[in-house]
């Protein structure tokens, strides 16, 4: 079974500077999706980035960047230049076909 | 346009009632999905539906129904509600293929069962 691991629940960091949250999966498949989103407290999901397994190259969204080990099926994503607005919950989430798995999630606080 | 929608956004009602929530999609996609997030921020899938074929069901009590009345369209039933369905209820759609394989999610519904 698939499942994906977030095993920080809360991170916080100082404005301006940069973040690394961490994620794990487990899948035997070679093909497949990754994603980041992201939950602000009006709960909104919001798609912050997106990784193809079968691109080597790490995705990027302007200040938003994963690190995708696919051999330790390690994705992190990196937030750089932090800002208040990136204050939320960020999911990690894994798809093969039309499933999707999700994990538990890290409340990521910004300090001013 | 809104690409996924729910309504209610809120909804308090009592123990034993039966409710449904709406969800609408108009992004073209194959499949639709419920999940539920309690209070800890856990999504939980609970169906999910592909040209109105049920592909997932994962141990939902059958007092949640889900009902698809066309391939836009998810709507979730839930009967004689109780305590612990309080929580936040997520619709959302994703494209089978394509350039975009994300989950594009409604705005969530605030169910509070007391």
Known sequence: AQTVTQSQPEMSVQEAETVTLSCTYDTSESDYYLFWYKQPPSRQMILVIRQEAYKQQNATENRFSVNFQKAAKSFSLKISDSQLGDAAMYFCAYRRSNQFYFGTGTSLTVIP | ?114
């Open chain 2, 1 to 114: 346009d809104t690409a996924v929608s729910q309504t209610p956004k809120y909804l308090v009602t009592q123990m034993g009632n039966d409710k449904s929530i709406k969800c609408e999609q108009n992004l073209g996609h194959d499949t639709m999905y419920w999940y539920k997030q309690d209070s800890k921020k856990f999504l939980k899938i609970m169906f999910s539906y592909n040209n109105k074929e049920l592909i997932i069901n994962e141990t939902v009590p059958n007092r949640f129904s889900p009902k698809s009345p066309d391939k836009a369209h998810l709507n979730l039933h839930i009967n004689s509600l109780e305590l612990g369905d309080s929580a936040v209820y997520f619709c959302a759609s994703s494209q089978e293929d394509g350039p975009r394989m994300e989950q594009y999610f409604g705005p969530g519904t605030r169910l509070t069962v007391t």
